[in-house]
Each structure stands twice: as structure tokens, then as C-alpha cells.
């Protein structure tokens, strides 16, 4: 089953403006990170933001973590054409010895040059 | 740091067929997992090893699979009288404490 759910599902723009796309979940969590996939190869973590934190940066992405709406948002400023990729959220219920990570279904992002 | 690396890349095999993967996962990494995932969808869960001990197991996962960890170290994925239905993109990671994961590229598997 899939905890995460993105939203859009696909967004299409073009090259320098910003895309936002947004993450719900169900349960509580103790992280929730965002991956990216690029066609036919594996996941690259972008970015982790803690239960107790409210936002964070790194480098041209923003992420916010609203844990009473159990939702996220991931911000890529200033896009590029190589930023195109399916963005997917992903969160990781409490500590201790059983320790997963759970997926949604992904945003497809096309930056058009 | 090398990579998680898995093999093989492609595989396409003949329905009731039994198939193995394998991931290496980055050496010093004690959390290994395996996903599955199909055109259009987010990796889903199947297991998950902490060193050698298979900790969990999706219960969406059927008896025809199987996966190892012996030592700890390399994993092995198996599926036994493949289904038109396995076919999918296999991919493993790893990773320690409550790190991010690092995946590998995955295993595209195609039943015929």
C-alpha cells in the first residue's frame, strides 16, 4: 500500500520558472523525504525533513512539512531541463528496529527548455 | 562509496520460469530492502533485512517469493513460477540507522 500521494500527477512548464508539488499522507511520521527518478534508473534522495521541523532548504529546493494537515510540499526553484524526472515522496513511520520507507504514486516533471 | 549495484538489469523470461536477483548494497549499510515497482506507480514495499535477520515482509507478497541476506552482506531475490503479473522494475536499497536510502538501478524483469 501507498501512504503518499502526490499531487499533480504530472505538471508541465518551462524552463527557469519554479514547480511546486505537493505530498498528503495518512499515519504519523517520523520523517518524510523526497526522492527523485529519472526514467529507468533508480531513486535519488533530495531532501529529509523531520516531524519536528517546518522547513528546509537545500540549494534551489524548499520543502515544508505541515504535520497537522499531514502534508508536505517540495518547492524546485529557478528549473532547469535536467530537472526533469518523477518526484516522489516518501514517509518513514517511528523509530526502533522496524524502520521502511513507503512511497506514493509520484509527480511527473517536464522542464521544457 | 560504490553504490548499490544489482543484477542483472534486464531479464525476460518465459511464464512458470524461475527468476533470481541479486543486489550489493554500499558496505557499510546494515538496512537492505526491496521494492517493486510498475509503470506510472511509486516503489512498493515487498522486504526488508536488518543485517542478515528479514525483519518484514509485504504481506502483498505471495509464497512464490523469496529473499535471502546470508551474512549480512549481498541479498538474492527470488521468484518461483514466474507470473505475467511479476513483470516490473525490482529495485534494492540500502542504507543505515534512519538514513535516507541509497537504491540501485534496478532489475526490469518482463514475463512472456
Known amino acids: 500500500s501507498q501512504q503518499g500521494e502526490e499531487d499533480p500527477q504530472a505538471l508541465s512548464i518551462q524552463e527557469g520558472e519554479n514547480a511546486t508539488m505537493n505530498c498528503s499522507y495518512k499515519?504519523?511520521?517520523?520523517?518524510l523525504q523526497w526522492y527523485r527518478q529519472n526514467s529507468g534508473r533508480g531513486l535519488v534522495h533530495l531532501i529529509l525533513?523531520?516531524?519536528?521541523?517546518r522547513e528546509k532548504h537545500s540549494g534551489r529546493l524548499r520543502v515544508t512539512l505541515d504535520t497537522s494537515k499531514k502534508s508536505s510540499s517540495l518547492l524546485i526553484t529557478a528549473s532547469r531541463a535536467a530537472d526533469t524526472a518523477s518526484y516522489f515522496c516518501?514517509?518513514?513511520?517511528?523509530?526502533?528496529?522496524?524502520?521502511?520507507?513507503?512511497f506514493g504514486k509520484g509527480t511527473l516533471l517536464t522542464v521544457n527548455p | 562509496d560504490t553504490g548499490v549495484s544489482q543484477d542483472p538489469r534486464h531479464k525476460i523470461t518465459k511464464r512458470g520460469q524461475n527468476v533470481t536477483f541479486r543486489c550489493d548494497p554500499i558496505?557499510?549499510?546494515?538496512?537492505l530492502y526491496w521494492y517493486r515497482q510498475t509503470l506510472g506507480q511509486g516503489p512498493e514495499f515487498l522486504t526488508y533485512f536488518q543485517n542478515e535477520a528479514q525483519l518484514e515482509k509485504s504481506r502483498l507478497l505471495s509464497d512464490r517469493f523469496s529473499a535471502e541476506r546470508p551474512k549480512g552482506s549481498f541479498s538474492t531475490l527470488e521468484i518461483q513460477r514466474t507470473e505475467q503479473g511479476d513483470s516490473a522494475m525490482y529495485l534494492c536499497?540500502?542504507?543505515?540507522?534512519?538514513?535516507?536510502?541509497?537504491f540501485g538501478n534496478g532489475t526490469r524483469l518482463t514475463v512472456t
Open positions: 525533513i523531520r516531524s519536528n521541523e
Open positions: 558496505s557499510e549499510h546494515n538496512r
Open positions: 499515519t504519523s511520521i517520523n520523517n
Open positions: 516518501a514517509t518513514a513511520r517511528s523509530g526502533g528496529s522496524n524502520y521502511k520507507l513507503t
Open positions: 536499497a540500502s542504507g543505515y540507522a534512519e538514513s535516507p536510502l541509497h
